[in-house]
Nanobody
Framework: VQLQASGGGLVQSGGSLRLSCVGSGFILDYYAIGWFRQAPGKEREGISCISDRDGSIYYAESVKGRFDIARDNVRNTVFLQMNSLKPEDSAVYYC?????????????????WGQGTLVTVSS
């Protein structure tokens, strides 16, 4: 069971990136998937998640209206579309999966983690 997060990079303020979280060895549609980020010196922050059961979605206030989470079950992938990026969005972004639980911003409930992808937003 593996998660692979990718799609990070360097972008100017106001730009967009799309992060991908690809599952191998398991079907992501059966799992709640969360996106987290951690900037240097800061705690890991749950920014978005999508449940497996009812498809309910959560966004942190800091990204609401700018980020969009979506599943692509054909590609066994969960995307995080990030628009109107700001310098304060700069961080390492992680995806995580949990089976049998609702979507949550609480990182402790997640069983599997991707390796992280770096997002840097220049001003």
């Amino acid at each position: 069971v593996q998660l692979q997060a990718s799609g990070g990079g360097l972008v100017q303020s106001g730009g967009s990136l799309r992060l991908s979280c690809v599952g191998s060895g398991f079907i992501l549609d059966y799992y709640a998937i969360g996106w987290f980020r951690q900037a240097p010196g800061k705690e890991r922050e749950g920014i978005s998640c999508i449940s497996d059961r009812d498809g309910s979605i959560y966004y942190a206030e800091s990204v609401k209206g700018r980020f969009d989470i979506a599943r692509d079950n054909v590609r066994n992938t969960v995307f995080l579309q990030m628009n109107s990026l700001k310098p304060e969005d700069s961080a390492v972004y992680y995806c995580a999966a949990t089976l049998g639980a609702m979507c949550s911003k609480n990182h402790s409930i997640y069983d599997y983690w991707g390796q992280g992808t770096l997002v840097t937003v220049s001003s």
